[in-house]
Nanobody, 115 residues
């Protein structure tokens, strides 16, 4: 059973940067497409960025040019580098994958962008 553990959230001023990490355990990490989602208060969960097993990446339009998803298969970890943060990026960020069509979620990490 794969487990996902996020870290790296916190409070940052507008224009600042954060790097989120998601460590996976328990299975063959490198074959899975990995995703970052976020959920702001009162909103549904939004897909932010995706990285496939061949390192192809995709982003929601609102973060293109500011966020970068990456993976290190030697460490079973994915990252989300977030630059030029805006107040509207405030949310709980979740790491996600699917195994045998079943979603696996981490516990989430809070990102707050505020002056």
């Amino acid at each position: 059973q794969v487990q996902l553990v996020e870290s790296g959230g916190g409070l940052v001023q507008p224009g600042g940067s954060l790097r989120l990490s998601c460590a996976a355990s328990g299975s063959i990490f490198s074959i899975y497409t990995m995703n970052w989602y976020r959920q702001a208060p009162g909103n549904g969960r939004e897909l932010v960025a995706t990285i496939s097993s061949d390192f192809t990446t995709n982003y929601v339009d609102s973060v293109k040019g500011r966020f970068t998803i990456s993976r290190d298969n030697t460490k079973n970890t994915i990252y989300l580098q977030m630059n030029s943060l805006k107040p509207e990026d405030t949310a709980v960020y979740y790491c996600n994958t699917h195994i045998n069509f079943s979603p696996i979620w981490g516990q989430g990490t809070q990102v707050t962008v505020s002056s």
